[in-house]
């Protein structure tokens, strides 16, 4: 073919052909999920596999503006090859009629151009390349624009072709690549488009949901929201299957509510027996707790595995609770002669600085105590800080005993300060003996609970 001759023939072919046509509205794309049974669920817009789960939006109405849900699917539920087919479908048909036409006139126009640089081109090499670099973008364009417009592009690329040839033997090339030789892709295999649901129809994809994903609150939460699509459409559906519907969701309801009470009071029985076992350290009864667990589980047809996971793993932290106690108890039976030792000794010091309460209390109500009932307080506390000291404690109690220490010193400050404000009648020294005897106080109540906790059997919280 002459120069002059495929350059017209290829300029009214990509006039012609890049003439576009209406754009469609932008609206989300209807796809389906594929089950491994056969059913299928409608996904607005694209559904996401995260780990072995899928995620999707279903549209649980027929309008056009439809409200949504969630679905949460096991991966294993679902047949990927045709749903990956039908979303490749779907994709090919939204791509046509939205931005394919668009697409093509780009591709046309930008042909066009570079046709029109080849005959301005007085370079043969120049000619060349230009003509080779559209044939190339030529022949990938269909496979990345779902094959629009194939047959206008192969008949484009049989006469780049020729005019390649044509400038490669005007520079005396002999022999010519075969890569040029236009060839057609396989075309995939496609899985039919379905129709947008019809109110019935989405009615149904609820109920396929509801029976389709394995949370229990998921499931009940479907069956409610087609009991209520039921009532509100009733009149627009035939009545036969309006009565049958909802007679059988309404009992599957009631099925998941007996379920949920059956593992409720697995979990509440369970627990129980648990947290009694714990709390006496009983670690071979606790080992047993989770075989129980599973046998009732599979008696109740193992409806609720989430339920059930998470009793057997709050079980489980009885359990550690339970070792943990056995542990601090063998501990504590080593030690229990020190522990002994230091009861013995700390009782009458402790003691006596309980009976100081009364005194420090009236010091801290500011009432004026009597200078002989100070003096005795100091003599007392001085008793107490020497009895104290004499004791070494147990490492374990060394804190507390340290405390106990503290509230004696502050009951000692309490009356210091206390005898110098009846002196004088300086109110403000009256407010720092109330702050120490209440200091006092507080320390000597939290000395005497701690030091009573570790010197008894030890006990979970």
């Not at 796809?31 to 817009?45: E, N």
């Not at 072995?52 to 849900?69: E, G, I, K, Q």
């Not at 006596?352 to 109500?365: D, F, N, T, Y």
Request: charged share 25%.
């Amino acid at each position: 073919m002459r120069r002059g001759t495929w350059l017209r023939a290829f300029t009214m072919l990509v006039v012609v052909a890049s003439s576009t046509g209406a754009f469609a509205a932008d609206e989300a794309t209807l796809l389906r999920v594929f089950l491994t049974d056969g059913a299928s669920l409608v996904s607005y817009g694209e559904p996401a596999r995260i780990g072995d789960r899928v995620v999707f939006s279903m549209p649980t109405a027929s309008t056009p503006n439809p409200p949504l849900h969630l679905v949460s699917l096991p991966a294993d539920r679902v047949d990927w090859d045709r749903t990956n087919r039908y979303a490749a479908s779907a994709r090919a048909a939204r791509y046509l009629q939205t931005r394919a036409e668009a697409d093509y006139a780009v591709l046309a126009t930008d042909i066009s151009q570079a046709i029109k640089e080849i005959g301005q081109t007085t370079d043969a090499s120049k000619r060349l390349a230009i003509a080779e670099s559209s044939r190339t973008r030529l022949a990938a364009w269909p496979e990345s624009h779902f094959n629009y417009r194939e047959a206008d592009v192969r008949h484009m690329l049989s006469l780049l072709d020729e005019a390649i040839a044509d400038l490669r033997a005007a520079r005396g090339a002999e022999q010519f690549s075969l890569s040029f030789v236009a060839s057609a892709a396989p075309t995939p295999v496609a899985e039919p488009l379905l129709p947008a649901p019809t109110l019935k129809e989405a009615i149904e994809q609820v109920l396929t949901a509801a029976s389709a994903v394995d949370g229990a609150a998921e499931r009940s939460l479907l069956l409610r929201t087609a009991l209520v699509n039921l009532d509100r459409d009733a009149a627009e559906l035939p009545a036969p299957w309006v009565a049958r519907t909802r007679a059988e969701t309404r009992a599957s309801i009631r099925t998941e509510e007996r379920i949920d009470r059956s593992y409720q009071e697995l979990t509440s029985w369970m627990m129980g027996i648990a947290r009694w076992r714990a709390r006496r350290a009983d670690v071979r009864g606790l080992e047993r707790v989770g075989d129980r667990i599973r046998r009732r589980d599979q008696a109740l047809g193992e409806h609720r595995p989430d339920a059930v996971n998470a009793l057997l793993v709050a079980v489980e932290a009885e359990l550690d609770a339970a070792r943990r106690l056995r542990q601090a108890r063998a501990q504590f039976a080593l030690r229990a002669p020190v522990f002994r030792r230091y009861r013995l000794a700390i009782r009458a010091p402790m003691d006596r600085l309980a009976r100081l309460k009364p005194s420090l209390e009236r010091i801290k109500s500011l009432s004026n105590p009597s200078p002989a009932s100070l003096a005795a307080l100091d003599r007392s506390v001085v008793r107490v800080l020497e009895q104290t000291s004499a004791i070494v404690p147990p490492e374990e109690l060394a804190s507390a005993h340290a405390t106990l220490v503290s509230a004696a010193q502050l009951a000692g400050n309490a009356a210091r300060i206390g005898r110098e404000a009846a002196q004088t009648g300086d109110m403000a020294r009256a407010r720092d003996a109330s702050s120490a005897a209440a200091g006092a106080l507080l320390l000597g109540a939290s000395a005497r609970s701690d030091i009573q906790t570790l010197l008894g059997l030890p006990q979970l919280p």
